[in-house]
């Protein structure tokens, strides 16, 4: 079900994209250094904002996010304890310099464990391990661990609609090689948030891992500065997900939850800029803020048309009692992430030329479909409903034939029938006559006795 619901966000994620280049202006987005980025709400699959939102980048450690839910997927929740022996193949691969955590070959950790250094620390160690394991388990033909893994993530990618997205390994160290787009990384980011253990690990601002058999006890500490209540970043609403870094900026999926929304940030080629008294602004972090913030504070899910909107469209009607026009309204209910304090003026019908009609015949019922309407708030496409009478509309018998004898037709009727009366007349006249000219008298003559 989870994944049917994620399946149905992407698709309205997709779809909203054909109707406008950035649903809503973002107040200080004008001010924004990242060269991508996208906000979605994970409720409704709504795309609130966006910029370069289809360009195809370097996903970086974003990559990691499937990694982690693919294998939360595999090995189901209940699997989450099961030990895991680091291989040393999966150790060595490691490119050196990358972000370790400095796993042993033979040491042993849950699956649980191996999530949360790959969410919380972004260790590409632990990320190697596990997707060593679950490869050995999948080998395909030609293909090794680490690369049969990868294979699988770029069967998951398609299978929730990223035509753009390639993986070439599991950790997004490949800056050539990894490739997606903002609003595909959404679509993947969106089906991890539907998962509350992955949620529950990445939104970890640190975790105390326990010593195993080869190392000692450490504390894992986040890299995500929205979440963390002591950076000029935090957000107190944001609860998640994944940062990475490429060749081309800084990069971050972000989620938050408040009062029962919840949105999704994908931000991507973001700089750190230094100022010239030394202050460092990471613009993957201020814009996520800026993002998840403005969601927060200005949107609301409202009623934005029903069967008692007002759309100011009449059509006259012909024939009816005591009425001569009726009103236009919705047949059905849009509801949609807007701006709270949108006004009835700002929602907009867009109709076909010539799809309502120049008048309507009585009788008519109430919700009868007249015509079709596009909805629209800002030139942004809302929904389709179909406009219905608003009340109904009886004959008038009168009206009927009123309208008809003074109707052409009904004239030619009129002088129809006046030509046959006078005919009739002029006939039984002509027969009266005919009988008297042709009456011959009989006299009786009596017999003389």
Same mark, same amino acid.
């Given at each position: 079900?989870?994944?049917?619901?994620?399946?149905?966000?992407?698709?309205?994620?997709?779809?909203?994209?054909?109707?406008?280049?950035?649903?809503?202006?973002?107040?200080?987005?004008?001010?924004?250094?990242?060269?991508?980025?996208?906000?979605?709400?994970?409720?409704?699959?709504?795309?609130?904002?966006?910029?370069? %939102?289809?360009?195809?980048?370097?996903? /970086?450690?974003?990559?990691?996010?499937? +990694?982690?839910?693919?294998?939360?997927?595999?090995?189901?929740?209940?699997?989450?304890?099961?030990?895991?022996?680091? =291989?040393?193949?999966?150790?060595?691969?490691?490119?050196?310099?990358?972000? %370790?955590?400095?796993?042993?070959?033979?040491?042993?950790?849950?699956?649980?464990?191996?999530?949360?250094?790959?969410?919380?620390?972004?260790?590409?160690?632990?990320?190697?391990?596990?997707?060593?394991?679950? !490869?050995?388990? =999948?080998?395909?033909?030609?293909?090794?661990?680490?690369?049969?893994?990868?294979?699988?993530?770029?069967?998951? %990618?398609?299978?929730?609609?990223?035509?753009?997205?390639?993986?070439?390994? *599991?950790?997004?160290?490949?800056?050539? !090689?990894?490739? /997606?787009?903002?609003?595909?990384?959404?679509?993947?980011?969106?089906?991890?948030?539907?998962?509350?253990?992955?949620?529950?690990? *990445?939104? +970890?601002?640190?975790?105390?891992?326990?010593? +195993?058999?080869?190392?000692?006890?450490?504390?894992?500490?986040?890299? =995500?500065?929205?979440?963390?209540?002591?950076?000029?970043?935090?957000?107190?609403?944001?609860?998640?997900?994944?940062?990475?870094?490429?060749?081309? !900026?800084?990069?971050?999926?972000?989620?938050?939850?408040?009062?029962?929304?919840?949105?999704?940030?994908?931000?991507?080629?973001?700089?750190?800029?230094?100022?010239?008294?030394?202050?460092?602004?990471?613009?993957?972090?201020?814009?996520?803020?800026?993002?998840?913030?403005?969601?927060?504070?200005?949107?609301?899910?409202?009623?934005?048309?029903?069967?008692?909107?007002?759309?100011?469209? $009449?059509?006259?009607?012909?024939?009816?009692?005591?009425?001569?026009?009726?009103?236009?309204?919705?047949?059905?209910?849009?509801?949609?992430?807007?701006?709270?304090?949108?006004?009835? /003026?700002?929602? $907009?019908?867009?109709?076909?030329?010539?799809?309502?009609?120049?008048?309507?015949?009585? %009788?008519?019922?109430?919700?009868?479909?007249?015509?079709?309407?596009?909805?629209?708030?800002?030139?942004?496409?809302?929904?389709?409903?179909?406009?219905? *009478?608003?009340?109904?509309?009886?004959?008038?018998?009168?009206?009927?034939?009123? /309208?008809?004898?003074?109707?052409?037709?009904?004239?030619?009727?009129?002088?129809?029938?006046?030509?046959?009366?006078?005919?009739?007349?002029?006939?039984?006249?002509?027969?009266?006559?005919?009988?008297?000219?042709?009456?011959?008298?009989?006299?009786?003559?009596?017999?003389? $006795?």
């Amino acid at each position: 079900m989870k994944k049917i619901l994620a399946l149905l966000i992407a698709v309205v994620i997709v779809l909203a994209s054909a109707f406008c280049v950035s649903a809503y202006e973002v107040d200080g987005s004008e001010n924004f250094g990242s060269e991508i980025a996208l906000l979605v709400s994970l409720d409704y699959g709504t795309v609130i904002y966006e910029k370069n %939102a289809d360009k195809v980048t370097a996903p /970086s450690s974003l990559v990691k996010i499937v +990694t982690a839910i693919m294998a939360i997927d595999y090995y189901g929740e209940d699997g989450l304890d099961t030990v895991i022996t680091a =291989n040393e193949t999966a150790i060595l691969t490691v490119p050196f310099g990358s972000i %370790a955590s400095g796993l042993l070959t033979g040491e042993q950790l849950t699956v649980e464990q191996l999530l949360y250094y790959i969410l919380v620390q972004s260790a590409n160690d632990a990320t190697h391990i596990l997707a060593y394991q679950i !490869g050995s388990d =999948n080998l395909r033909e030609g293909c090794s661990e680490l690369e049969s893994f990868v294979a699988m993530m770029n069967d998951f %990618a398609k299978e929730h609609g990223c035509e753009k997205t390639v993986f070439s390994d *599991c950790t997004g160290i490949d800056n050539e !090689g990894n490739r /997606s787009t903002a609003r595909e990384i959404a679509k993947l980011s969106a089906y991890a948030a539907q998962n509350e253990t992955f949620m529950k690990i *990445c939104g +970890t601002l640190a975790y105390n891992m326990p010593a +195993t058999n080869r190392n000692y006890a450490r504390t894992l500490t986040t890299g =995500n500065n929205v979440i963390m209540s002591s950076s000029e970043y935090y957000y107190r609403y944001a609860n998640g997900m994944k940062t990475g870094a490429s060749d081309k !900026g800084r990069c971050l999926v972000a989620t938050s939850e408040k009062d029962g929304y919840n949105y999704l940030s994908v931000v991507m080629e973001s700089p750190v800029i230094t100022d010239d008294e030394g202050k460092q602004t990471n613009y993957s972090f201020k814009d996520t803020q800026t993002l998840l913030k403005w969601a927060n504070d200005k949107l609301a899910y409202l009623v934005l048309v029903d069967e008692n909107t007002v759309t100011g469209i $009449e059509v006259d009607v012909v024939n009816g009692k005591k009425v001569d026009y009726v009103r236009l309204v919705p047949s059905a209910q849009i509801k949609e992430l807007v701006p709270s304090d949108i006004k009835d /003026s700002d929602i $907009e019908f867009v109709i076909e030329d010539g799809a309502i009609p120049e008048k309507l015949e009585a %009788a008519i019922n109430k919700g009868d479909v007249v015509c079709k309407a596009k909805v629209m708030y800002n030139g942004r496409f809302l929904g389709e409903v179909d406009l219905v *009478c608003a009340n109904s509309v009886e004959l008038s018998v009168g009206e009927v034939l009123r /309208s008809f004898f003074t109707s052409g037709w009904g004239i030619m009727v009129i002088l129809l029938i006046v030509v046959l009366v006078v005919v009739v007349i002029l006939l039984r006249n002509f027969k009266k006559q005919s009988k008297k000219k042709g009456t011959i008298k009989v006299v009786k003559v009596k017999e003389s $006795e």
